[in-house]
Every structure is written in structure tokens, then in C-alpha cells.
């Protein structure tokens, strides 16, 4: 048996078997698990695997961060739950077994929030790698663009341009396909729900302005490209008329047992689905703003200091809808992903002092790979649960040095130009395509961020007695 496959068996025979699941997915480093009975998982043989950095439940969800053997683990365990191949394709996945969920509870609105949150971040799931070569492809043309490589407005710069954002334009049918997956819809016609969205001719009569009728019913004249929420709401109200016809004579429909779904689907999409989920994402878009231009330094200084709860929890995914909106209407965006640049950062300084300052051969290994991996790609993971929150003692320094990294973005209005995981390397999304000195402040406020994290925490943020010799062994192997 091999190692991923052991490693997989052991996480199945701890959450209470395959049974206990209700649906499996994954991101860049976290293994998440839909559970039926929270009873049955047990968390502390969790943390005792194998590669596993950090796992930890709630509202009847398991995350396992396991960045080593994330991969071949999720492939093992995807298809041991499924009963199909083994394959690495993120997203959500069904198991046959009807089993009681217990987890079910009365209507609450947290358990909505966790609901709208699942549902974003398990639709969002399959496109991560995608977004991120497509930020960094832009941050890249703006960079040729700042150095006069390519002219801004010359062919040239329109072909990258359009090669670079058409993930993001495209972005309906990449979330219809996984909010199918995680609503267990028939994906084909979700991603023909997509297509009613951006259909040429239709992007064409919301182009030229004038009223569009329906059978005489006003249809909203709405741009879906790089939309998000407006496919999801459509894919969910979709979810519900497919359970309603989910019957035995309906089989006898054969290949067109979903057309009467079509058939009310692809009017509602224009008529109802699609303006609700545009106005409510709007009112986040519109409100993130207003926060921003009433108090921005205050604003962007809160969400730096509150980031880190957010990402530890993995319920930042919220706010993605919010900076593709503000990347649409603006061009930029001057809050969200302002916080989770400095975030990033402030962790690479607590990992370098970790690094610098630590006495045990094994955890100076484990911080060099948590530094490496968020200088190189962005991702926290490591660095968050395998030091910070094993340790404690980084954690208010962390917040701190976030906190003045904010500061200095609010009052410096330094902005994002592209969405990608923030590191070294992505740097260029920083790069203001007209020009001025939005990436110099941007460099100088995280070199800030992480000079200060890097302070605070040589002297209150590492304790290494925290740490037994074997345990970060094996977690510096990962």
C-alpha cells in the first residue's frame, strides 16, 4: 500500500467512515469534508496523520490542511468515496449511501451564511489554479506595459489582454460547472444557463442600450461577464426544480428528461435568477466601496487585523465576489485584496524570524518551507497552522504587523490591478497600467509589513517548546 493510500484510509477510518460523508473537495492545501455526524470524526487522531498540518471542524465540516500530500491523497480518498476513478479534478463529489444527517438543523442565520459560504468557496473550487494564471498573465502585461515593452492600446496589448482575462470574462460557465457539482445538478445544462448569460447576440442588445422585452416582460439589461454570484443563485434555484421532477417516471424522458428544467430555467435565468444574484452582488460591491471611500484607512486597517480569523476559519472565500466587482467597475481594487497582500507578508515575517531565531534543526526546516511557500505562491497554510497557531505566542504580532500594513496601504491608497495569490513573484499586479507609483508604495508598505512581523515576533512570537523533536520532523518533511 502506498503512502498517500495509507495515509487516506486512516483520515476515512477517523471522520466515521465513508458513510459519514456528505460530499468531498478541496482547495490549495486544505482537504475539506462535508460530515453527516459530527460525532464520529475524531480530530485528534486527525492531527496525528501522517502530513496532516492542522485539522479542525465545524457546523458539520472537516478541513484538513496537508499541503505535502494533498494531491494523491484527495485523488485516493475522492475515489474511494465516489466509486470512480482516481482522479485529481477538484470539487464536490456524492456518495451513494443514504445515510441520516444528523448535522441537519432548524434554520438559522449562520447556518445560511455557512451555506452561501460553502457554496462559493466548493463552486470556486475547481477554477483556483485557472485564476491564478490568469492574474499573473495580466500582472505580467502590465508590467511590460510600465516598461514600455508593449503599448497600451497597440494590437499586441489587446491579444494578451484578451488571452489573460478570459478566465475572468468566462467566469459564468467555470462557476456554473462547479456550483453543478456542488449543488449535484446535470451539468450540461447548467453550463447552458451559463451560455443564455453570455450569448453574443444577448451581450449585444445590453451593449446598444435600448429596453429588452421578453413576451413583454422587461428582462434586465445586464453584463454577466466575470460575474460570479448570478450563475451561482441560477444553478441553485436550477438545483431545486431538478429535485422536483427527480422522478421514476420522469426515466422515461430518457435524453430529455431535463427539458422541462430548460424549459423554466432558461427564462427565469433572464427574467428572475440572474438580476437577483447581480443586485445582491451590487449591494456587496457597492457597500465594500462605501466603506471605503467614508473611512478608508480605517476600513482597510480593520479587515487587516481581522483578515487572519477569516482565513483561518476558510471563510474568506466571501469576499472573492466582492474584488471581481470591484476589478469589473474599476479596474482595480482598493480593499479586499489589499488585506490579504499585507496578511501574506506579516506570516513571511513571523517565518523568517522563526527561521533566523529558531534553535531546533526541524522547525528552522518546517519555517524555511512555510517562508519559501508564500514568498513563491502565496499560500499561508503552513506557515499559519504548522507555527503560528501551534505556537501561539506569533499570533498577536502577526495581527499587529498586518494591522500596520494596512495602515500604510489605506493611507497611501495603494491599489490591486489583478487578482492573484499575493507573493514575491506576483508582485506585478501592483503595476497601475497608466502608470504612477502604486507598485513602489506597494513594495515599500510590504517590505513594512514584514519587517515589523519579523521584529514583533523575534522578540514575543517564537516558542519552540511547543514543539515535540519527531512531530515537526515529520511535518518539515511535507
Not at 495569490?421 to 515599500?444: E, R, Y
Given at each position: 500500500?502506498?503512502?498517500?493510500?495509507?495515509?487516506?484510509?486512516?483520515?476515512?477510518?477517523?471522520?466515521?467512515?465513508?458513510?459519514?460523508?456528505?460530499?468531498?473537495?478541496?482547495?490549495?492545501?486544505?482537504?475539506?469534508?462535508?460530515?453527516?455526524?459530527?460525532?464520529?470524526?475524531?480530530?485528534?487522531?486527525?492531527?496525528?496523520?501522517?502530513?496532516?498540518?492542522?485539522?479542525?471542524?465545524?457546523?458539520?465540516?472537516?478541513?484538513?490542511?496537508?499541503?505535502?500530500?494533498?494531491?494523491?491523497?484527495?485523488?485516493?480518498?475522492?475515489?474511494?468515496?465516489?466509486?470512480?476513478?482516481?482522479?485529481?479534478?477538484?470539487?464536490?463529489?456524492?456518495?451513494?449511501?443514504?445515510?441520516?444527517?444528523?448535522?441537519?438543523?432548524?434554520?438559522?442565520?449562520?447556518?445560511?451564511?455557512?451555506?452561501?459560504?460553502?457554496?462559493?468557496?466548493?463552486?470556486?473550487?475547481?477554477?483556483?489554479?485557472?485564476?491564478?494564471?490568469?492574474?499573473?498573465?495580466?500582472?505580467?502585461?502590465?508590467?511590460?506595459?510600465?516598461?514600455?515593452?508593449?503599448?497600451?492600446?497597440?494590437?499586441?496589448?489587446?491579444?494578451?489582454?484578451?488571452?489573460?482575462?478570459?478566465?475572468?470574462?468566462?467566469?459564468?460557465?467555470?462557476?456554473?460547472?462547479?456550483?453543478?457539482?456542488?449543488?449535484?445538478?446535470?451539468?450540461?445544462?447548467?453550463?447552458?444557463?451559463?451560455?443564455?448569460?453570455?450569448?453574443?447576440?444577448?451581450?449585444?442588445?445590453?451593449?446598444?442600450?435600448?429596453?429588452?422585452?421578453?413576451?413583454?416582460?422587461?428582462?434586465?439589461?445586464?453584463?454577466?461577464?466575470?460575474?460570479?454570484?448570478?450563475?451561482?443563485?441560477?444553478?441553485?434555484?436550477?438545483?431545486?426544480?431538478?429535485?422536483?421532477?427527480?422522478?421514476?417516471?420522469?426515466?422515461?424522458?430518457?435524453?430529455?428528461?431535463?427539458?422541462?428544467?430548460?424549459?423554466?430555467?432558461?427564462p427565469l435565468t433572464l427574467l428572475v435568477t440572474g438580476p437577483i444574484g447581480q443586485g445582491v452582488a451590487?449591494?456587496?460591491?457597492?457597500?465594500?466601496?462605501?466603506?471605503?471611500?467614508?473611512?478608508?484607512?480605517?476600513?482597510?486597517?480593520?479587515?487587516?487585523?481581522?483578515?487572519?480569523?477569516?482565513?483561518?476559519?476558510?471563510?474568506?472565500?466571501?469576499?472573492?465576489?466582492?474584488?471581481?466587482?470591484?476589478?469589473?467597475?474599476?479596474?482595480?481594487?482598493?480593499?479586499?485584496?489589499?488585506?490579504?497582500?499585507?496578511?501574506?507578508?506579516?506570516?513571511?515575517?513571523?517565518?523568517?524570524?522563526?527561521?533566523?531565531?529558531?534553535?531546533?534543526?526541524?522547525?528552522?526546516?518546517?519555517?524555511?518551507?512555510?517562508a519559501f511557500s508564500i514568498a513563491a505562491s502565496g499560500i499561508t497554510e503552513p506557515a499559519v497552522y504548522?507555527?503560528?497557531?501551534?505556537?501561539?505566542?506569533?499570533?498577536?504580532?502577526?495581527?499587529?504587523?498586518?494591522?500596520?500594513?494596512?495602515?500604510?496601504?489605506?493611507?497611501?491608497?495603494?491599489?490591486?490591478?489583478?487578482?492573484?495569490?499575493?507573493?514575491?513573484?506576483?508582485?506585478?499586479?501592483?503595476?497601475?497600467?497608466?502608470?504612477?507609483?502604486?507598485?513602489?508604495?506597494?513594495?515599500?508598505?510590504?517590505?513594512?509589513?514584514?519587517?515589523?512581523?519579523?521584529?514583533?515576533?523575534?522578540?514575543?512570537?517564537?516558542?519552540?517548546?511547543?514543539?515535540?523533536?519527531?512531530?515537526?520532523?515529520?511535518?518539515?518533511?511535507?
Open positions: 500500500m502506498e503512502k498517500h493510500e495509507r495515509i487516506g484510509n486512516e483520515i476515512i477510518a477517523n471522520i466515521g467512515k465513508l458513510t459519514n460523508v456528505g460530499s468531498v473537495a478541496r482547495c490549495y492545501t486544505r482537504l475539506r469534508i462535508r460530515i453527516k455526524d459530527d460525532a464520529k470524526v475524531e480530530l485528534d487522531k486527525l492531527n496525528e496523520i501522517e502530513g496532516v498540518v492542522k485539522a479542525f471542524a465545524s457546523e458539520g465540516k472537516v478541513q484538513i490542511v496537508m499541503p505535502g500530500y494533498l494531491d494523491k491523497v484527495f485523488e485516493y480518498i475522492n475515489a474511494e468515496f465516489t466509486g470512480g476513478s482516481h482522479t485529481s479534478e477538484a470539487g464536490s463529489a456524492v456518495h451513494s449511501d443514504e445515510v441520516v444527517d444528523k448535522n441537519r438543523k432548524s434554520f438559522t442565520l449562520k447556518r445560511l451564511l455557512n451555506g452561501v459560504l460553502d457554496a462559493i468557496s466548493n463552486s470556486l473550487t475547481p477554477v483556483i489554479g485557472g485564476l491564478a494564471m490568469a492574474g499573473l498573465f495580466l500582472a505580467l502585461l502590465n508590467l511590460l506595459t510600465v516598461s514600455h515593452v508593449v503599448a497600451q492600446g497597440s494590437q499586441t496589448y489587446r491579444l494578451l489582454y484578451l488571452m489573460g482575462n478570459s478566465l475572468f470574462y468566462f467566469l459564468p460557465f467555470l462557476v456554473a460547472y462547479g456550483a453543478s457539482r456542488y449543488f449535484k445538478t446535470n451539468t450540461i445544462l447548467s453550463l447552458m444557463l451559463a451560455g443564455i448569460m453570455m450569448q453574443p447576440d444577448f451581450v449585444k442588445m445590453v451593449g446598444a442600450g435600448s429596453a429588452i422585452h421578453l413576451f413583454g416582460i422587461p428582462v434586465a439589461a445586464v453584463d454577466y461577464s466575470t460575474s460570479l454570484i448570478p450563475i451561482l443563485v441560477t444553478v441553485w434555484v436550477q438545483s431545486l426544480l431538478e429535485k422536483m421532477v427527480d422522478r421514476p417516471w420522469m426515466n422515461k424522458l430518457g435524453l430529455l428528461k431535463m427539458f422541462p428544467v430548460f424549459l423554466v430555467m432558461a451590487s449591494v456587496i460591491a457597492n457597500g465594500s466601496l462605501w466603506i471605503y471611500d467614508q473611512a478608508p484607512v480605517v476600513g482597510i486597517t480593520l479587515l487587516s487585523l481581522l483578515i487572519g480569523f477569516f482565513i483561518i476559519t476558510g471563510s474568506h472565500w466571501v469576499f472573492f465576489p466582492v474584488a471581481i466587482a470591484n476589478l469589473k467597475q474599476l479596474g482595480y481594487d482598493p480593499f479586499l485584496w489589499v488585506a490579504f497582500a499585507v496578511w501574506n507578508f506579516a506570516e513571511l515575517g513571523m517565518a523568517l524570524a522563526i527561521l533566523v531565531k529558531g534553535k531546533k534543526r526541524s522547525v528552522k526546516t518546517f519555517s524555511a518551507t512555510a504548522g507555527l503560528m497557531l501551534k505556537m501561539k505566542k506569533p499570533i498577536i504580532p502577526s495581527i499587529i504587523a498586518s494591522g500596520v500594513g494596512g495602515l500604510f496601504f489605506g493611507l497611501c491608497q495603494v491599489k490591486v490591478f489583478s487578482l492573484v495569490t499575493v507573493s514575491i513573484l506576483s508582485l506585478p499586479q501592483f503595476i497601475n497600467p497608466a502608470g504612477g507609483n502604486n507598485f513602489v508604495l506597494a513594495v515599500v508598505g510590504l517590505l513594512l509589513t514584514t519587517v515589523v512581523s519579523f521584529v514583533l515576533n523575534w522578540f514575543w512570537g517564537i516558542d519552540e517548546s511547543m514543539f515535540d523533536e519527531d512531530e515537526i520532523e515529520a511535518a518539515a518533511e511535507v
